[in-house]
Every structure is written in C-alpha cells, then in structure tokens.
C-alpha cells in the first residue's frame, strides 16, 4: 500500500535495530497482497532487550522519579498518539484488517490507558501499620523490574497501551513483543516513548516469532514479571517457563462468553448488544458475545432479529470503510478465516442450525460471513471452543438455573452478560455467572476504569482498573524499632 514503509525494524535499547532472525513479510488481510517486511528478533535479540530494561531498573532512571514526574511522562505518550492518529491508523487496519474507523478507536482507546495509568502514578501508595510503642512500621510498593509483555494481534496498538501503561506507571522497564501478524502499528509506541522523554532501554519493542523470541523472552531470567494475552495453551507454555524462574504473571486467555436473555429483555435494545458484541472487529475480541442464551418464549424471534443484523452488515476492506456504522473488515489471516469456517462446518455436522452467513466470501481477502448459529445445545464444540471470529451461537433455556448451568458450563470465565429489567434477577445472575466481569443490559459497558480478567482457563491477574497496578508492584514491609 502507497505510504507505508516497505521495512520495519525492532526497538531496543533507543535504537532501530534489524533482527537476528532475518525478516517477515505482513500481509494485508483485507486484499491478501504483502504489506512490508518486518525485522524478526531471535534470542539473542531478546537478551538485549531484557538487558537494556534491567540498566534502567537498576539505575533508578524510573524508580527515583517523583511519581507525578513518571506520571506526566505516561501522560505524554497518549497524547503522541493522538497526535498521530492519522498516521498509525492506516497502518493497523492494513495489517490487521478491521475497519479505519475501528483502528481510530483502537489508538483512542490506547491513549486512554496512558492518560488514565499516568494519573494513577500518585496513588500507589504503601500504609503505616501500628505496632505499639517502641515500633514504626510501613509497607511501600515496589516495581518488579522488567516486565515482559506479549501482545495479541486482535489489538496490537491497545493491548500494547493497557500493560505498558500500567508498567511504568509504577517504576518498571518494559520489554514487549509484538504479533508476528500485526507488528507494525506499534512502532508509534516506541517513537512515543523517545518523545515522551523515557530513558534508552525504558521501552523495547520487538517482533519475533512465538517458538523463539517469545518463549526466550518467558524463560529469560532476568524477567520479573510477564503479562500476556492469548490462548490457553500458549498461556500454559508461558506460565510453566515463568515458574522456573519464580516469575509472576498476568494472563488474559480469552473466553466463551454468554449472554443471557431472559424473557422480559428490550429486545430491540438488545440488538444492538449484538451488533457490538459479536460483529466488532469481526468477532475477534476475546471478550466478545459469543453465546446467547434466551428464553424460550423469546427464542423464535430473537434469532430472526439477529440474523437480520448479520445480514445488515456490509463487509469487506476496512481500507474503504471509515465511517463507523454496520460495516465489518477481514479477519486477521486466512488461517483465522478458515479455522472459524471449519468450526461452522463442524456445529452444522453436530445439529446446529446455519441461519445466516458461515461462508467465506467470493472477494480477495481473510473475510468470512457474519454468522449466526441456531440450535445449539451445550455439549457441542461451538458451545465450548473459542472461534475467535464473527460466529454467535444461539442457546435456549427454560429457568433461570438452567441459563446460568449453560452460561457456567465452559472451562472459561471472562465476562458473561444478564439482559433484564428485573434487578433482582440481575443481580442473582452476577453473583452466581463465573466471570470476571458481568454485563448488565449493555455489553461491553465499562471502560478502562473498571478491572477485567478472568476466572478458570481465562486466565488470572487483572489489567484496567486500579486493580491492574498491584499486578506491577510488590509489597515490601519495613518494621522499625525505636529507642527511647
């Protein structure tokens, strides 16, 4: 595409270095064309990086500044990226394939988390502990050092934002790899910590294949925390090379998330929930609405309601669609695209209704039909597996126990969601739905203020929120004890 870069290079130590594993070719989802080629870190790499981070930890470049200073610093990168938000937009939507107007709200939602995080810089605060006379005892929090953060492709400019604000909010150096899908959006995040005034080796950023930067990265030593967001056995593979180490970690391993319809539900409403909730981003969110879970009185008429809102979406290049509204881009990758038309196959073999889309489509490019599934039963693939892409599969239930035993009965605990206009039952339902976050009557409600992660194969350890920075922070206690 005319105005990207043909070569893109990896960030360490404040400087633009080749790969010692030679290159990667992006391609474009949306037409299928190579997009440009990217420096791909091997292990070697990796150590630097991690090393640049650990100079700067054990300098104090971070740690020694007065929080408000290390705050304005975070601060500083939002607004770099909304500076140029019309440059890295483009860019996310060719590698990625959403629609522009999605990528713009992508990098928005990136600059929220370092405005929000860099305010927070002030509030990570210890506590004094009584002890009786004679003593004087406090707690302080205390960054781990290097924290290793590896990034999803679904939202490679945000997913970035969420743990490297966080992370030097409170003192860490930070060594991130990129997607090997879509790594090239996050140079800005590189460029924005140089402007931003961070010292060289403050912020790293590399691309590297998974088998090799990303597990040298999980089991280097000198790693004190590492966060990732991805599938469950990737998650697993990171989490046992972390605990040779002793090395904490944050993971957000996506989900199979239900929304429960009860029979009083605004439907009308609710339509929009679908919209948003399966469709965005073609469905590849790993907190989007995968399941509905309705009422039987209401089950006839909500799956023509949402097939009519699959069938209302205009897909295609994410290039051409600026303007937010019904439109959806290309999956990230034929390899996605046709793992999630397998996966419709397959439901269809076991019982499932095909209502609507399910097919790829007759135009260049990683774009498959928004779907809707109908008679879907609890024991089938579809209602257990994650397809990660623009598939919603609709349940039935009869009682209000038989809609939470369906919503609970995945390895999975995200976020779950409760239309209804009796409180009572909402309530009920968020305490008792086995999920990090529930909805009520508006999915994706909330924002980056508000804690997210998830129960059982979805991970531990929270991002967003207040909740996120003790994730970034170790307690110390000091006890003293006094003359006199």
């Known amino acids: 595409m005319a105005g990207i870069a043909p070569y893109w290079r990896n960030y360490v130590d404040g400087h633009w270095t080749d790969g010692g594993a030679g290159r990667l070719t992006v391609t474009d989802p949306g037409s299928g064309a190579a997009l440009a080629e990217h420096a791909l870190a091997d292990a070697a790499d990796v150590d630097r990086a991690v090393q640049a981070a650990r100079r700067v930890h054990l300098s104090g470049a971070l740690t020694d500044l007065r929080p408000v200073e290390r705050g304005r610093m975070v601060q500083a990168m939002g607004r770099y990226l909304l500076d140029h938000i019309d440059e890295i937009a483009p860019v996310l939507t060719s590698e990625q394939g959403k629609p522009l107007w999605e990528a713009r709200r992508e990098v928005q939602g990136a600059a929220r988390y370092f405005e929000y995080y860099g305010n927070q810089a002030e509030t990570v605060e210890g506590r004094s502990i009584p002890l009786g006379a004679g003593y004087f005892d406090f707690t302080m929090h205390e960054p781990y050092g290097v924290s290793a953060q590896i990034i999803p492709w679904n939202y490679p400019v945000e997913m970035t934002a969420r743990s490297l604000s966080a992370g030097l909010t409170t003192g860490n150096a930070c060594v991130v790899k990129t997607p090997e899908l879509t790594p090239l959006s996050n140079a800005w995040l590189a460029r924005a910590a140089e402007a931003a005034g961070l010292p060289a080796g403050a912020v790293n950023i590399l691309c590297g294949l998974g088998h090799e930067a990303g597990a040298a990265l999980a089991a280097h030593p000198d790693v004190n925390q590492i966060v990732f967001t991805g599938s469950v056995p990737t998650g697993i593979a990171i989490a046992t090379a972390a605990a040779q180490n002793v090395v904490p970690c944050v993971l957000e391993l996506g989900g199979k998330s239900a929304a429960i319809v009860h029979d009083d539900a605004?439907?009308?409403?609710?339509?929009?929930?679908?919209?948003?909730?399966?469709?965005?981003?073609?469905?590849?969110?790993?907190?989007?609405?995968?399941?509905?879970?309705?009422?039987?009185?209401?089950?006839?008429?909500?799956?023509e309601r949402v097939a009519g809102v699959a069938q209302t979406m205009s897909v295609g290049p994410g290039i051409e669609r600026r303007e937010a509204g019904m439109n959806m881009g290309a999956m990230v990758s034929d390899k996605q695209r046709d793992r999630a038309e397998s996966m419709v196959a397959h439901a269809a073999g076991q019982g499932a209704r095909l209502v609507t889309g399910g097919h790829r489509m007759n135009i260049p490019g990683a774009f498959l039909e928004p779907t809707v599934l109908a008679d879907?039963?609890?024991?089938?693939?579809?209602?257990?597996?994650?397809?990660?892409?623009?598939?919603?599969?609709?349940?039935?239930?009869?009682?209000?126990?038989?809609?939470?035993?369906?919503?609970?009965?995945?390895?999975?605990?995200?976020?779950?969601?409760?239309?209804?206009?009796?409180?009572?039952?909402?309530?009920?339902?968020?305490?008792?739905?086995?999920?990090?976050?529930?909805f009520v009557n508006e999915w994706f409600a909330g924002g980056v203020e508000t804690p997210f992660g998830g129960y059982g194969k979805s991970g531990y350890g929270r991002e967003k929120?207040?909740?996120?920075?003790?994730?970034?922070?170790?307690?110390?206690n000091v006890a003293i004890r006094l003359k006199g």
């Open 465 to 476: 929120g207040r909740e996120a920075l003790w994730n970034y922070v170790q307690t110390k």
């Open 376 to 438: 879907v039963t609890p024991k089938m693939a579809i209602a257990n597996k994650e397809v990660f892409g623009p598939v919603l599969s609709v349940m039935r239930f009869e009682t209000e126990d038989e809609a939470i035993a369906i919503a609970n009965g995945t390895p999975y605990g995200l976020v779950g969601g409760v239309f209804t206009r009796d409180l009572d039952r909402a309530t009920r339902a968020a305490r008792r739905l086995r999920a990090g976050q529930v």
């Open 266 to 303: 605004d439907l009308d409403a609710f339509m929009n929930d679908v919209r948003w909730g399966i469709y965005f981003n073609a469905g590849q969110v790993c907190s989007a609405m995968s399941r509905v879970i309705v009422h039987e009185s209401l089950h006839d008429d909500l799956v």
